[in-house]
């Protein structure tokens, strides 16, 4: 298995240099580096006797089909897009990972069809959309997405015509019955396994995001002479909010809550702020507790606002619920897991994945593996050769067993 790992690890490298950005692994949807991405992993398909084709909406999709078997086929993989100056595994090393599990496969000639999924896009970066590659597959994609506009003012539209294909032609390619479900790869993102010196863990659920924008209105006005019981400073609100906000959340358990951005105006050092926008971000995988505690934090602002004479107001951005794992597939993800002679963890993702859109349409598991110091979307992002190799292990284990099964 060192070899695999090692052969997996090489591979995330290779495809680190199709970059927009020389020096820095930056690579959205359909830009050139994309096809280069394409060819790199076609051409490890083709040796793998895959057939291979890029479907309307820019995925890569390799299939492997043992000769004479005639079940349904397991999906496995991830997204090979890119956040700005990011590391060489977020997305990658799910789709490279894939692909040896479909070598292992072959190897002990167990009957069960495998497609490897590259996904076209998943960080939402270029057309501020998240998941439009497995959006496609699960045939949830919006023709009204089609209209979007990037940074340049080229429209979706126009980007999957420019990369050659036909925009018309997506809802064709959403999945046929032919599928026993999807699994997805990914490193954790997060320090939680590192911190259990754990090399991988199982996904039972992708946590539920509230997102808000909360508008505090105070006066602006001479920090020098207004004397601090006359003021109504909307940054002092907000900040006192802001520590209310992360109280509230420490006193939960798998709660996270963030206020990721602020925008205080007029802005300068000697005028008191007279307004200040600010964000929410709420996540947990019971829904109902997301939301109750996102109405908690709502009318604890309005309560700090009216203290110090200030008025907030707030709009929903983003309501997306929680989604649990399949059973099924997760329990014999489990069990490779322990087969394979590591601990049976399972954990929540307070991140978004392609899973989570996948399981919509198909029974769906998800693996994570440790993320060293927690690191990603950030060139420092890294992954150890020992958790590719327990990966693997894991993947001999689950795929055995789910030939069992389809026997």
């Known amino acids: ?66 000769a004479g078997a005639s079940g349904k086929r397991l999906l496995i993989g991830s997204h090979i897009d890119t956040v700005p100056n990011a590391g060489a595994y977020d997305g990658v090393l799910g789709v490279t990972l894939a692909l040896e599990w479909a070598t292992m496969a072959q190897d ?28 496609a597959v699960a045939g ?36 046929d019955d032919d599928v026993l479900g999807f699994l997805e790869i990914h490193i954790e993102q997060g320090p939680v396994l590192e911190a259990e010196d754990l090399s991988v863990a199982v996904v039972e659920g992708i946590a539920g995001q509230t997102r808000m924008e909360l508008r505090f209105d ?9 004397p ?11 900040a006192e909010w802001m520590v209310e906000v992360e109280t509230t959340a420490r006193a939960r ?19 008191i702020p007279g307004s200040v926008t600010v964000t929410l971000d709420v996540r947990h995988l019971n829904d109902r507790i997301r939301t109750r505690v996102a109405k908690e934090l709502a009318a604890s602002a309005a309560a700090i606002a009216d203290e110090r004479g200030v008025l907030v107001a707030w709009t ?66 890294a992954v150890r050769e020992e958790d590719v190799e327990a990966a693997l292990k894991v993947g001999v284990k689950f795929l055995e067993r789910l030939a069992a099964q389809v026997r």
Not at 108 to 123: C, D, G, Q, T
Not at 129 to 134: E, H, K, N, Q
Not at 334 to 356: Q, W
């Open 316 to 381: 929903t951005k983003l309501d997306q619920p929680s989604v649990r794992m399949d059973d099924g597939l997760t329990a014999l993800l489990l069990s490779a897991v322990d087969d394979a002679g590591f601990p049976a963890k399972t954990m929540a993702s307070g991140a978004g994945h392609d899973a989570m859109v996948m399981a919509a349409r198909v029974p769906t598991a998800m693996m994570f593996l440790r993320s060293p110091g927690g690191i990603s979307h950030h060139p420092a992002e």
């Open 1 to 66: 298995m060192r070899d695999r790992a090692r052969r997996v690890l090489s591979q995330c490298a290779r495809i680190a240099a199709f970059t927009e950005e020389p020096g820095r692994i930056t690579r959205g949807f359909l830009t050139p580096p994309v096809q280069d991405v394409h060819a790199h992993l076609s051409a490890r398909m083709e040796a793998m006797n895959m057939t291979t084709r890029v479907d309307a909406a820019g995925n890569l999709r390799g299939l492997w089909r043992p």
């Open 228 to 238: 601090m019981n006359m003021r109504r400073d909307a940054l002092a609100a907000a």
């Open 218 to 226: 105070g006066y602006a006005n001479h920090a020098g002479t207004t």
């Open 253 to 271: 358990d798998g709660l996270v809550a963030t206020v990721g951005r602020i925008a205080a105006e007029p802005g300068a050092s000697n005028v």
């Open 140 to 175: 949830t994609f919006d023709p009204a997405l089609l209209k979007l506009r990037d940074e340049n003012g080229v429209t979706l539209e126009d980007a999957i015509r420019g990369f050659g294909l036909d925009p018309d032609r997506i809802a064709d390619e959403a999945l």
């Open 108 to 135: 002990r000639k167990l009957p069960v069809p495998i497609e490897v999924i590259a996904f076209s896009e998943e960080e939402g970066v270029r057309y501020g959309v998240p998941f439009l590659g497995s959006r």
